[in-house]
């Protein structure tokens, strides 16, 4: 079972899964105005870190297309 809680606009996550020796990501993010975006990070206590984007799939004829690029 996942543990989700929203509180003023951040959303907090756990994910467990029945594979018990799998590790257990923690994820973290901002509900962007609209509520079609989520960005944050992910940890796995103690070894890996990252960011994500979770983007909410367009509705029949609302569909537009986006192109997200990030400088490196």
């Not at 809680?5 to 105005?33: E, N, S, W």
């Not at 029949?60 to 400088?71: H, T």
């Amino acid at each position: 079972m996942d543990v989700v809680v929203v509180v003023g606009g951040i959303l907090r996550f756990v994910k467990f899964y029945d594979d018990l020796a799998r590790p257990t990501p923690h994820y973290h993010g901002r509900i962007q105005p609209g509520g079609d975006e989520i960005e944050g990070e992910w940890t796995i206590p103690g070894d890996w870190s990252g960011t994500f984007l979770m983007i909410r799939g367009a509705r029949g004829e609302e569909a537009i297309e986006r192109q997200i690029s990030e400088k490196v």
